[in-house]
C-alpha cells in the first residue's frame, strides 16, 4: 500500500506547487509511488480501479465536499489529506459523511512533517480494513521469521532439502509455509475452542454477516452442513430434507440414524429445477408425509437449499414464520453474499431479526462466490444455541490441525465484504449480470435466424431479484405460489433452442450439451449444462473481459452452426474422443441427432415425472448404509431395480440431485424414476463423448450398467 494520489486544478499557483514538490519527493524518498490523475473523473476511476490506492491528497480550495462524498462512496475509510488555504469552513453536510479526512496548510519546509503524517494515516488505515485473526497471523509471522515453530515442514526449510520439494516451495513462495503456523501458538488462540483471535474472527465475521454468532468451517459446507444437522437432529428424530439438497446431507442421514421426510420441489419444463411450492410448508402437508413415513414424527430439524441450483431465492420470511420446526437450516453454499445487496432482503437466512422459538441456520462456501481459499466455508445462527454442545459437533468434523490459510481467507472474504467497498462489489458484479443479459436480448433481437435466450422476466431494464409471477409465461413453472420465489440476476441461466416455453419439444434443436462442449473447448467452464439451457455465474471475480469473452463464444458458435462446419474442426476434443463415429459428421447432424433422441424419449416429460413421485422409503440411509458396511449387497443391473431396496445414493449429473436415496426402493408408483435412468443411459450409448454422468451406477464394458442393492 504505498500509491498516493495528489489532485490539484490545472494550473497550480507557485505558493501550492512548491511544498507540493516538496512532499513529492518525501514520499519518492520513502519508496511511496505518486500519481497525479488528471481531473477528478480520472482520481475516481484510478481509486475504482486501483485497490492499492493507499491515500488521496487534494486541493481543498478546488475540490471540497463533492470529491469527497464520492471517495466515500467507493471506500469511506481511505485517508484523505486536503491542502487549504482559505479558512477551512466545515459544512455540516462533511459531518453527515463518514469521511477519514485531516487537512493541511500550504507551507515550505514542512514536507517531512506532513509526510509523516500521510504515513501514519495510510498505516492506520492499513490496520483498519484488516481483520483480526489475519492481523494476528502476518504480525506473528513477521516477528518470528527465524524460529521453527511451524508444522513439520518448519516454515518450508524441510522442503529445501529435497530437489522436488524445492520446486514446490519456489511455486508457493515463502510466506505460503511461514503462515502454515502449528496450532500450538497461544498468541494465535485456537479454531477448536474459538479463543484469542480465532474468536475474534468469528465474531467479526458475525457481524458482518447480521448473525448472531457464525463459525469458520475449514472443511467445506460439506462439512458445515454435517456440523448444523448432527447438532440439531439427535439420533431417532425426524428431519425435513429438501429434495434437492446437496449429497453432504445424504451423508449426514448415512452417519446418523434420523428419519427423512421430503420437501418435493417442482421442476419447469426446461429441466430447471424449481422451488419447493408454499403448500410444502404447512402443518397439514407435514402431518400426511409423517403418517405416510414408518417411525416419524414431528421434525425438529429442516433444511432448504437457497438458493436452488438455478438460482431462485425463497420468500425467506414466510418460511420462518409458516414452518414450526425449531431448528431451520438454509443450505446457501451459493449464495454467501446476500448480506450485501438490499434487493435480497428477506430472502436468506440472517435477513431480519431472529424469530422467537426458532434457531436459523445459514451454511456458506465462502470460496464460492466470495474470494477464499478452497473449503472455505461459515455457519452463521441466529438465535440462541448452547455452543458448547454445538461445539462438539463443530469438533466432531473438523481436524486438530486447521489450515491457518484458510481461517484466514475465510475472515479476509467476510472483510472484503464489509462497508461500502464490499457493497460496491456485489453491486458491480449485478451490473456486468445485467449487462450481459441485455447483450444477449440485443443480439437476440438483431440475429437472423436463431440466437440464444435468457430465463428471465420480460423486458427488464433494472437490476432486482425479479418475483416469479404464477401469472407469467417466461418462467416455465405451472402452479407457482405468489411472493414465494425469486430469481437471483447474478445467476444466468442461457437457454438454446429447441424447447418451447410450454415444455413441448420443437421440431429442430440444439441440446445445451454441445455448446457446453463448445465453451468448454474454447476454455470457458460452464457451471451447470441442463438439457436446453446453461448456467453461467457473476461472480465477483467476473470482469467485464471474461463477460465479453462468453459472449463472443457464443456468437462463434452460432457462426458455426450456420456454417455447417464439420465437427472435426468445431470441437476437435470431442471428434478425437471417437474419431471413426464422428469422421465427416458435421453440427447440425450431430445437434439433430441428439435432439431427435430427447424427442424420441421425451425427456422434459420423463425428467418432470422422475422427480413427481418419490421412490419408497424401506428403512433409513443410515440402516441402509449399516447394511452395506456388513456386506449385505448385491450388483443388479439398472433394469432390473423395481422392488430392489437401493444401497447407494443414485445421482445423474445433470441435474445433478439424488434420485433414489439408500434406503429407498423404486416401485410400480415411481417406475418413471427408473425410466429416467434408462432414458440417460441410453442417450449417452448413442453418440460418444455425451455419457450422462450417474454417481452410484457403475457402467459395465458391454455399456450397460449396475447398482449396488440389498441382498433380499
Ligand atoms: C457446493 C455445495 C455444498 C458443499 O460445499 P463445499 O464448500 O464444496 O463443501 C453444499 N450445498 C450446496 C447446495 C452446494 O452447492
Given at each position: 500500500m504505498k500509491t498516493i494520489l495528489i489532485l490539484t486544478s490545472k494550473d497550480v499557483p507557485q505558493f501550492k506547487a512548491e511544498p507540493l514538490q516538496e512532499l513529492h519527493a518525501e514520499m519518492a524518498n520513502n519508496g511511496y509511488e505518486v500519481i497525479y490523475p488528471d481531473s477528478r473523473e480520472d482520481l475516481i476511476k484510478l481509486i475504482e480501479q486501483n485497490p492499492r490506492v493507499a491515500s488521496v491528497v487534494f486541493d481543498w480550495d478546488d475540490f471540497g465536499l463533492e470529491l469527497c462524498a464520492q471517495i466515500s462512496e467507493l471506500n469511506e475509510k481511505l485517508p484523505l489529506f486536503g491542502f487549504a488555504n482559505?479558512?477551512?469552513?466545515?459544512d455540516v453536510n462533511l459531518a453527515d459523511l463518514r469521511l477519514n479526512l485531516s487537512f493541511f496548510e500550504?507551507?515550505?519546509?514542512?514536507a517531512e512533517d506532513v509526510f509523516a503524517k500521510i504515513r501514519q494515516g495510510v498505516e492506520a488505515y492499513v490496520d483498519e480494513i484488516m481483520p483480526p485473526f489475519t492481523k494476528a497471523l502476518f504480525k506473528y509471522v513477521d516477528e518470528n521469521?527465524?524460529?521453527?515453530?511451524?508444522?513439520?515442514h518448519l516454515g518450508g526449510s524441510a522442503f529445501l532439502k529435497s530437489p522436488v520439494g524445492s520446486i514446490f516451495y519456489d511455486f508457493y513462495g515463502p510466506n505460503t509455509f511461514k503462515a502454515d503456523?502449528?496450532?500450538?501458538m497461544p498468541e494465535l488462540g485456537s479454531l477448536l475452542d474459538h479463543s484469542g483471535p480465532h474468536k475474534e474472527a468469528e465474531e467479526y465475521i458475525a457481524k458482518v454477516f447480521n448473525a448472531t454468532s457464525s463459525y469458520i468451517v475449514t472443511n467445506g459446507t460439506s462439512t458445515a452442513n454435517k456440523i448444523v444437522g448432527m447438532f440439531a437432529a439427535p439420533s431417532g428424530s425426524t428431519i425435513m430434507v429438501?429434495?434437492?439438497?446437496?449429497k453432504s446431507l445424504t451423508h449426514l442421514m448415512m452417519m446418523s440414524n434420523v428419519t427423512p421426510i421430503y420437501f418435493r420441489p417442482s421442476r419447469n419444463a426446461y429441466g430447471i429445477l424449481g422451488g419447493i411450492p408454499k403448500?410444502?410448508?404447512?402443518r397439514e402437508v407435514i402431518e400426511q408425509k409423517i403418517a405416510a413415513t414408518?417411525?416419524?414424527?414431528?421434525?425438529?430439524y429442516a433444511v432448504v437449499?437457497?438458493?436452488?441450483?438455478?438460482g431462485l431465492l425463497y420468500n425467506t420470511e414466510w418460511i420462518k414464520k409458516t414452518l414450526d420446526v425449531k431448528h431451520m437450516h438454509f443450505d446457501s453454499a451459493w449464495v454467501p453474499?446476500?448480506?450485501?445487496?438490499?434487493?435480497?432482503?428477506?430472502?436468506?437466512?440472517?435477513?431480519g431479526a431472529t424469530v422467537p422459538g426458532k434457531v436459523v441456520y445459514e451454511t456458506q462456501s465462502t470460496h464460492k462466490l466470495l474470494?477464499?481459499?478452497?473449503?472455505a466455508s461459515m455457519i452463521h445462527i441466529k438465535g440462541e444455541v448452547d455452543h458448547e454442545t454445538f461445539n462438539e459437533s463443530f469438533m466432531m468434523h473438523?481436524?486438530?490441525?486447521?489450515q491457518y490459510g484458510i481461517v484466514a481467507s475465510t475472515e479476509i472474504a467476510a472483510a472484503m465484504m464489509k462497508g461500502n467497498s464490499g457493497r460496491r462489489l456485489i453491486q458491480n458484479s449485478v451490473e456486468r449480470a445485467l449487462n450481459f443479459r441485455k447483450e444477449i436480448k440485443k443480439l437476440r433481437a438483431e440475429s437472423t435466424g436463431w440466437f440464444f435466450d435468457v430465463?428471465?422476466?420480460?423486458?427488464?431494464e433494472e437490476a432486482d431479484c425479479w418475483p416469479l409471477k404464477?401469472?407469467?409465461?417466461?418462467?416455465?413453472?405451472?402452479?407457482l405460489d405468489a411472493d414465494h420465489m425469486y430469481l437471483d440476476p447474478i445467476k444466468v441461466t442461457i437457454l438454446t433452442p429447441g424447447m418451447s416455453k410450454n415444455g413441448t419439444l420443437e421440431d429442430s434443436g440444439i441440446p445445451a450439451s454441445i455448446v457446453s462442449k463448445y465453451l468448454d473447448e474454447n476454455g470457458i467452464v460452464v457451471e451447470k449444462t441442463g438439457p436446453y439451457n446453461l448456467l453461467f455465474l457473476f461472480s465477483i471475480g467476473i470482469d467485464k473481459s471474461k463477460s465479453l469473452k462468453l459472449l463472443r463464444t457464443l456468437t462463434a458458435f452460432k457462426r458455426a452452426y450456420d456454417q455447417n462446419m464439420k465437427v472435426k474442426n468445431i470441437l476437435p476434443g470431442l471428434y478425437a474422443e471417437n474419431p471413426s463415429f464422428y469422421g465427416e459428421m458435421r453440427i447440425q447432424e450431430l445437434a439433430q441427432g441428439i435432439h431427435d433422441l430427447m424427442r424420441k424419449f421425451k425427456l422434459p416429460d420423463m425428467m418432470y415425472h422422475a422427480f413427481e413421485v418419490l421412490p419408497q422409503q424401506e428403512m433409513t440411509p443410515h440402516q441402509a448404509f449399516t447394511k452395506v458396511l456388513n456386506d449385505e449387497t448385491e450388483e443388479v443391473y439398472v433394469?432390473?431395480?423395481?422392488?430392489r431396496t437401493n444401497a447407494n445414493m443414485i445421482l445423474p449429473?445433470?441435474?445433478?440431485?439424488?434420485l433414489v436415496l439408500p434406503g429407498e426402493m423404486i416401485t410400480e408408483e415411481s417406475v418413471a424414476v427408473l425410466d429416467f435412468l434408462l432414458m440417460l443411459i441410453e442417450i449417452g450409448k448413442h453418440?460418444?463423448?455425451?455419457?450422462t454422468d450417474i454417481h452410484g451406477a457403475y457402467k459395465q464394458d458391454d455399456g450397460r450398467y449396475k447398482v449396488k442393492v440389498l441382498k433380499k
Open positions: 482559505q479558512n477551512i469552513v466545515l500550504y507551507h515550505m519546509g514542512q521469521k527465524y524460529t521453527f515453530c511451524t508444522p513439520g503456523v502449528s496450532v500450538s429438501d429434495r434437492n439438497c446437496h403448500s410444502e410448508f404447512t414408518p417411525n416419524a414424527s414431528w421434525p425438529t437449499t437457497n438458493s436452488t441450483y438455478d453474499y446476500t448480506n450485501f445487496h438490499k434487493m435480497y432482503q428477506g430472502k436468506y437466512g440472517m435477513s474470494a477464499a481459499f478452497s473449503q473438523t481436524s486438530t490441525s486447521p430465463w428471465q422476466p420480460e423486458g427488464i404464477p401469472e407469467d409465461a417466461w418462467h416455465g413453472f405451472k402452479n433394469e432390473e431395480l423395481v422392488g449429473y445433470p441435474p445433478g440431485v439424488p453418440y460418444p463423448g455425451f455419457d
